[in-house]
């Protein structure tokens, strides 16, 4: 799939309603799925994991001066999905009922808890480097542009992260 260039981020903020539509398009046909599996492995629910896709796409509607590079727009894109996953999630979970026997979870339920486990363990600016590198697959350089950091920053933040949780769960780099 093509890049998104500054051209087509410009025209999300032109005055022709043409131009602006189409830019839209472009950006919403590359990203959709992206933002879909997001909301879904947080919701588990392909109902609301499309509420929230539409949601997600309004909101980068809304704030589409903001975005100067392809790296901003899909970082944005990314957080904002699972922030309004999340949130869904805390608004819906008061109303489902769990089985106390629940068999065979998923790997990404077990990702689930390790990931809060690492909330308490990690600051904040760790556990959203991990999480964007390895969940989302985000490149340090990525995630450096859209925080306005240096590369080299990032990695040594997210090193510091991983030093962090093989402390904490008692593992080494000898192992």
């Known amino acids: 799939m093509e890049k998104i260039g500054y051209s ?26 992206l933002v879909y599996y997001v909301s879904y492995d947080i919701l588990k629910s392909e109902e609301e994991a499309k509420d929230i896709v539409n949601e997600t796409f309004l909101k980068m509607y809304e704030n589409r001066g903001n975005f100067d590079n392809e790296s901003k727009l899909k970082y ?32 990404s339920d077990n990702l689930s808890i390790y990931l809060e486990n690492f909330k308490e363990v990690l600051d904040e600016e760790e556990y959203q480097y991990l999480v964007l590198h390895l969940i989302y697959g985000f490149k340090f350089k990525e995630i450096a542009i859209a925080n306005n950091l240096t590369t080299s920053q990032v990695s040594s933040k997210y090193q510091r992260g991983i030093y962090k949780l093989r402390d904490f769960y008692g593992g080494s780099f000898n192992e």
Do not use: P
């Not at 043409?18 to 950006?27: G, L, R, S």
């Open 8 to 33: 087509i981020l410009k025209k999300l903020c032109s005055t022709s309603v043409n131009e602006m539509n189409e830019a839209f398009n472009i950006v919403f046909d590359k990203y959709r799925y």
């Open 76 to 107: 944005f894109l990314l957080v904002t999905a699972k922030n309004l996953s999340i949130n869904r999630y805390n608004q819906n979970k008061d109303h489902l009922a769990y089985s106390d026997n629940i068999e065979g979870k998923a790997d």
